[in-house]
Nanobody, 126 residues
Framework: QVQLVESGGGLVQTGGSLSLSCAAS????????VGWFRQAPGKERDFVGA??????????YYANSVKGRFTISRDNAKNTVTLQMNSLTPEDTAVYYC?????????????????WGQGTQVTVSA
C-alpha cells in the first residue's frame, strides 16, 4: 500500500493562505483517488475535497465550505498532491489529513479511504 505524509501546516492569520502537501511513498499517487479531510477538536473528520483521474485528466471535488477558496492539484513527477488554501478563517482550524482510495471512485466518507497520513495542524488566528 501507499504511505502518505502531510506537511505544510502552521499558524496563519485570518485571510491568509497555506499550502499543504501530501507526499507518497511505496506507490504512485496517480494510481489513487486522493482525498483531503480535516478534524477540529471534538468534531468528526470532515471531507474537504478530492482529486481523481477520470481518464482524460484529473477531476476535483470540494466541500461547499471550501469551494472557491481551496484548490487540489497533483504533481505526478513529485508524487505529491497539494491542497492550496486561501482566504482562511478560524473555522478552518483543524488537523488536515490526506488519504488514498480506489481510483475508480470518489467518496466524501472516511470509510472509503484505506491509507492515511498522520495529519498536519492548521491554525487560523482571528
Amino acid at each position: 500500500q501507499v504511505q502518505l505524509v502531510e506537511s505544510g501546516g502552521g499558524l496563519v492569520q485570518t485571510g491568509g493562505s497555506l499550502s499543504l502537501s501530501c507526499a507518497a511513498s511505496g506507490r504512485a499517487l496517480r494510481s489513487y483517488t486522493v482525498g483531503w479531510f480535516r478534524q477540529a477538536p471534538g468534531k468528526e473528520r470532515d471531507f474537504v475535497g478530492a482529486i481523481n483521474w477520470n481518464g482524460d485528466g484529473d477531476s476535483t471535488y470540494y466541500a461547499n465550505s471550501v469551494k472557491g477558496r481551496f484548490t487540489i492539484s497533483r504533481d505526478n513527477a513529485k508524487n505529491t498532491v497539494t491542497l492550496q488554501m486561501n482566504s482562511l478563517t478560524p473555522e478552518d482550524t483543524a488537523v488536515y489529513y490526506c488519504a488514498a482510495s480506489d481510483p475508480t471512485r470518489v467518496s466524501s466518507t472516511t470509510d472509503h479511504y484505506h491509507s492515511w497520513g498522520q495529519g498536519t495542524q492548521v491554525t487560523v488566528s482571528a
